[in-house]
């Protein structure tokens, strides 16, 4: 079993930058592929980076590409999600989720554990 906390989010503005970081319990952390998703009100979960278990392989999103980057810390059972040049339409709850399946996916159903999620604000 694998329960994961989300840490960092809150209230900014335009244009600041918002670290949030990932702690997990449970073993075989780094066999996991790991990712961040949100949700804005009224719309569906969204997949904004994945990264593979080695923390070599990466997915990000076209919409927060050149300002998020995702990283992992596989001694301290750790996900980061580095962000910057935040927007209004970056406002959402956050989550860390994790797939020992390996699939690769950016489809929230593949994902097999989830965090309780970090609300991110950006004010304009």
């Known amino acids: 079993q694998v329960q994961l906390v989300e840490s960092g989010g809150g209230l900014v503005e335009a244009g600041d930058s918002l670290r949030l970081s990932c702690t997990s319990s449970?073993?075989?952390?780094?066999?996991?592929?790991m990712a961040w998703f949100r949700q804005a009100p009224g719309k569906e979960r969204e997949c904004v980076s994945y990264?593979?278990?080695?923390?070599?392989?990466?997915y990000i999103a076209g919409t927060v590409n050149g300002r998020f980057t995702m990283s992992r810390d596989n001694g301290k059972k750790m996900v980061y999600l580095q962000m910057n040049s935040l927007t209004p339409a970056d406002t959402g709850v956050y989550y860390c989720?994790?797939?020992?399946?390996?699939?690769?996916?950016?489809?929230?159903?593949?994902?097999?554990?989830w965090g309780q999620g970090t609300q991110v604000t950006v004010s304009s």
């Open positions: 990264v593979n278990w080695s923390g070599s392989g990466t």
């Open positions: 989720a994790a797939d020992n399946f390996r699939s690769y996916s950016t489809m929230a159903d593949d994902y097999n554990y």
């Open positions: 449970g073993d075989s952390f780094d066999a996991y592929v």
